[in-house]
């Protein structure tokens, strides 16, 4: 099995290809799915593809990249990323499989995988990718507090439920692993258990269990190329 020989700096996706971009400025997000948009004088209706809380990103002024859309959808574009202090930030979780699975396919599990499957059917679940015989729950993070990348950012019934897929998996002999991507920098990852309790209950379970823990770090660069950004640790490592 080859090992793993993902470097930082190496390009896992470009934002940029084949898409119509344009920025605009945050106004309000009337509910989970829709944000309010200023763009050139214009309000336009953005498709929001995050259902977390964003508090600390998608607030009043805050610059956006946004997708057009084709013509007779229901919104008029759909977010991207927000520009942070730290610079753009990917906020879009329809991108993150296929930016995991090039992670994935570079070594970013620790191995090469020679096969690797998305959207496996196990339990009442789909998990994310099978890689060779390990099965791999994907989670982005975008929250950052005091120094800590959290997840989820909103109560997520879905994301306990997938860990506990990977906990019957374990139970049978199977490999499984959780890995984090996260959007933006921090010390160190822990699940948010002030605003999920039964998730961050799940996860360490699902560690004692021997579900692996992975995570790392991804940027966008001034040419929208998302990079790998090194090793996200556990928090207590």
Partial sequence: MKQETLQEGTIL?????GRELEEGTFVERPNRFVATVEVGGDLLRVHVADTGRLEEILTPGRWLLLQQNRPGMKTDATLLAAKMEEGWVLINTRLHAPIARRAIEL?????VPRQIRNEVSFGGSRIDYLADTTLVE????????????L??????????RHLGELIEAKALGYDA?????????????????????????AFGKALKTGVAYRGFFVRLDEDLN?????????CGE
Avoid at 107 to 111: D, E, K, S
Wanted: glycine fraction near 10%; aromatic fraction near 12%; include cysteine.
């Fill in 151 to 160: 997840f989820p950012n909103a109560p997520s019934i879905r994301a306990t």
């Fill in 226 to 234: 998302v990079r790998y950004d090194g090793r996200l640790s556990l």
């Fill in 177 to 201: 692993a959780v890995l984090i991507m996260a959007l933006r920098r921090c010390r160190c990852f822990r699940p948010y258990g002030e605003r999920d309790p039964r998730f961050a209950e």
């Fill in 107 to 111: 070594g970013v599990l620790g191995f």
């Fill in 138 to 149: 994907l989670k982005g993070c975008s929250l950052v507090r005091e120094g800590f990348c």
């Fill in 13 to 17: 996706y470009n934002l940029g290809a």
